[in-house]
């Protein structure tokens, strides 16, 4: 399998919905590739944190301008920051008072 082939069934792999020898191929590619590898992490960290977290309100006016911060950590690979890292900002600030 290639690259182009595998990201379409990252998610199917995440929620085990492939067949037993898709699965085992994208896994192969997986362990081969490391840009197929690492965007299967950041999607695995992403659908974890926000299972985690489904409940948490995270909204606009969330001091610091958290709620901006924790979309872009959850969408912009660029952005260098990991959403749970704005989160656990957010409740450090709560804990204080800020």
Do not use: W
């Not at 840009?35 to 299967?40: N, Q, V």
């Amino acid at each position: 399998m290639n690259c182009k082939q595998v990201e379409p069934l990252l998610s199917d792999l995440l929620d085990a919905e492939l067949s037993d020898d898709a699965r085992d191929a994208v896994l192969a590619h997986l362990a081969a590739c490391q840009s197929c590898g690492g965007e299967y992490r950041r999607l695995k960290r992403t659908v974890r944190f926000v299972r985690a977290n489904a409940r948490t309100p995270i909204r606009s006016g969330t001091p610091g301008e958290l709620h901006a911060d924790f979309e872009r950590a959850t969408m912009d690979d660029t952005f260098g920051v990991d959403p749970i890292d704005v989160y656990l900002k957010g409740a450090r600030r709560a804990a204080k008072g800020d």
